[in-house]
């Protein structure tokens, strides 16, 4: 069986690395579109600061600010209709995974024939769009180097991802600088979604030497550092090792896909309006105990490297980062399990999980957690 590996076609790394972008920007087009949050960005002032290294290189940049928390597919529809509006030929996507998704979900589709809804739904993405800049300022998702978009339609409501190789940037900015700014909620939501990507890549069906290598290291470098970041903002070598850890959990599950943690992560978070990275982070013990027998080498791998029984380290990082660990406050409800179990079953991360998980599996999670 062959493997492929692609990620973005140019990664910038490193303190300082953001005072690039105008650079970068100006190789690719001469009319940009910054898409962003509709608050965080601006009051940090990393709105008014990108808007000036592009105009310093001599863009055009207008800005789209208002993708919400879950981006949704009208969101994404307004941000093609702004970027076609300005002519934009680069777009910017700056913030959180969600700004990075919405980012590249409006690039993607800036060719589109039809709405987001109609990708949404199924239809093949086109192969080329506008080319788009990611600039994360969380160090989590790992959205910069994915060809993915997880969008929201809250008419259904159903949370899934369109795919497809004009969303992958073609520039991943990562400046540890822009992550110090977030609150430590933020900063161990967003920790635990790159510890669970990175942990699932590892032991995902379609997983390679390479992804392997990249995904233990981003488990090591999070287990080390994300409780330091989370202590202390300001304590650079954590936060610079947390945006390495994200980037490279990145790459890894883009090239091996994910597993059972994500395939039950969207039903629920749509429908209980849960932070992802902090449902992602409650499910993770509770998979990785599922996962064991299926994958015993892998798990004992993982345990050696984060010096203790790997689902053991993972619930104790919960108390930890004061993130609880179970879905009692979010009301989880025993009428909703069959619903949500019908959900997660189709996901494509439930394929690459390494036991084949069963409904009887994910009504059992969903017990243990209400």
């Known amino acids: ?189 967003s920790g635990m979604d790159a510890l669970t990507q990175a942990i699932e890549s590892y032991w995902s069906l379609h997983a390679t030497p390479i992804t392997e290598g990249l995904a233990l290291h981003a488990v090591k470098l999070i287990r080390k550092h994300l409780p330091k970041a989370f202590a202390d903002g300001a304590d650079m070598p954590a936060r610079e090792a947390m945006a390495y850890a994200s980037l490279m959990a990145g790459i890894a599950f883009a090239n091996s896909r994910l597993g059972a943690v994500h395939g039950l992560a969207h039903p629920l978070g749509i429908r209980y309006h849960i932070p992802h990275g902090q449902v992602c982070a409650i499910l993770l013990p509770h998979v990785m105990r599922l996962n064991r027998q299926a994958a015993p080498e892998k798990y004992d791998r993982l345990s050696h490297v984060v010096g203790g029984d790997a689902a053991d380290v993972a619930t104790g990082l919960l108390e930890r980062l004061e993130i609880p660990a179970t879905l009692k406050h979010v009301g989880l409800n025993r009428a909703d399990f069959d619903a949500i179990v019908a959900e997660s079953m189709p996901s494509g991360s439930l394929k690459a999980n390494p036991k084949k998980v069963t409904e009887e599996d994910l009504v059992a999670i969903l017990e243990a957690l209400a």
């Open 1 to 189: 069986m062959t493997s492929t590996f692609t990620t973005a076609h140019r990664i910038v790394t490193g303190q300082g690395a953001f005072n690039d972008l105008g650079t970068l920007a100006a190789r690719i087009g001469r009319t940009s579109l910054v898409v962003t949050g509709r608050r965080a960005m601006r009051d940090a002032g990393v709105t008014d600061r990108t808007l000036a290294l592009l105009r310093a290189a001599g863009l055009d940049a207008d800005v789209y600010e208002d993708v919400p928390p879950e981006p949704t597919i009208d969101s994404v529809d307004a941000g093609v209709h702004r970027l076609r509006q300005r002519s934009a030929d680069v777009v910017i996507g700056i913030g959180g995974g969600s700004a990075i998704d919405a980012a590249k979900a409006i690039g993607g589709l800036a060719h589109a024939d039809g709405d987001c809804a109609t990708y949404f739904r199924g239809k093949a993405l086109p192969k080329t769009g506008v080319p788009v800049i990611a600039v994360p300022t969380t160090a989590g998702t790992g959205a910069e180097v994915t060809p993915n978009s997880v969008l929201s339609d809250p008419a259904t409501p159903t949370k899934q991802s369109i795919r497809g190789d004009a969303l992958m940037p073609v520039v991943a900015l990562v400046d540890p600088n822009l992550t110090v700014s977030m609150p430590p909620n933020v900063t161990a939501r």
